[in-house]
């Protein structure tokens, strides 16, 4: 592919990580991440906690861990995150991306209204005070906040954990962004306000071509609304995949098991699978490929180099036998 080629697909993409290692100092964090969110699409990234998913997601808002370097590159709508200075990445936040965080306590200013986190970024962009709350009233009522109006006005301490969890989605939307990056955004709501507030995001993409990057625990959830799906551990990609064939065919040793240990309300009834073992950072990883110590299909070549992604059937996978995977 051509430089200008590039530069057109990074610009038609919502967000492009490209080769993407993060460490400090001597502690390596990610490697060679490698992930494409599409105008309109919504990709999930999924793995046990612990394997950088937030980390990802935040490298979309230049936002590193204190002492961090960062190589490869990250574009959020052809903007370079990784070159762009403090008035850029600010511009950035404010108009083209948006991130739902996983905890909402840590995400509001504690002194601060409710009123004023959801409209922020609208005043910020120049928006009319008195057209803004009327938005933050509108977006509140969409999350489902009982007296909307009122809920300008009140502190986040006023707030249950779930209640906080839907103005930091409203928040989120405010602004319209091009890229809605969302870290386990229904982690806190019942059963009933996760249904409507996924159609509200599918409705936002329907109408704005907003790209979506979902971080996510929930597999079943995953697979009912994500375009494509990647699967993290210890700081890698290990596959990639449309969201029915990942969940249908696994390719990798980790995601089938990753599915093995997840109970469903689909299908038929299966025993639920501890995987073994416990989960690794990149900094504790063994040699060649992290996930080795607990596959039943590792060997001796497993433990030689990082196996390199290569296609499988309908994934992209980092696996040496993906064939004994699928059978």
């Known amino acids: 592919m051509t430089v200008l080629a590039k530069e057109e697909t990074a610009r038609r993409d919502a967000l492009g990580v490209t080769g993407l290692g993060l460490r400090i100092g001597a ?110 009233v509108r977006l509140l009522d969409q999350v489902g906040i009982r007296d909307p109006r009122g809920a300008l006005r009140r502190y986040p301490h006023e707030f249950s ?12 939307l405010a602004t319209e962004p091009e890229l809605l990056l969302a870290d386990e955004p229904t982690t806190a709501l019942d059963v009933t306000t996760q249904a409507e507030v996924i159609a509200l995001l599918k409705d936002m993409q329907r109408t704005r071509g907003t790209g979506m990057l979902f971080v996510t625990h929930d597999l ?25 064939a990942l969940f249908s065919s696994p390719a990798h040793p980790y995601t089938r098991a990753l599915l093995e240990a997840s109970p469903s309300v689909h ?5 639920i699978k501890a995987i073994r073992g416990r989960p690794r950072s990149l900094a504790e990883a063994p040699s060649g490929c992290a996930f080795r110590d607990r596959c039943p299909l590792a060997d001796d070549d497993c433990a030689e180099s990082v196996p390199a992604v290569r296609p499988h059937a309908a994934s992209a ?3 040496l036998r993906p064939e004994e995977v699928t059978r």
């Open 27 to 136: 502690l390596p964090l990610l490697d060679g991440v490698t992930v494409r969110v599409g105008r309109g699409e919504t990709v999930g990234l999924v793995g046990e906690s612990g394997s950088g998913k937030s980390l990802t997601a935040r490298s979309a808002l230049g936002m590193f861990p204190r002492g961090a370097t960062a190589t490869g590159s990250v574009a959020v709508g052809g903007v370079d995150v990784l070159a762009a200075g403090r008035a850029a990445l600010r511009d950035l936040r404010r108009t083209r991306a948006s991130m739902i965080f996983q905890d909402p306590r840590a995400a509001i200013n504690p002194v601060r209204r409710v009123g004023d986190y959801v409209s922020e970024g609208l005043r910020a962009r120049g928006v009319p005070s008195r057209e803004a709350a009327a938005t933050a």
């Open 161 to 172: 954990g779930g209640m906080l969890q839907r103005v930091v989605i409203a928040g989120a």
């Open 220 to 244: 079943d959830l995953a697979a009912a609304i994500c375009d494509r799906v990647y699967v993290m551990y210890a700081g890698r990609i290990v596959e990639e995949a449309a969201g029915a």
């Open 267 to 271: 299908g038929e009834r299966a025993e």
């Open 317 to 319: 996978v980092a696996c």
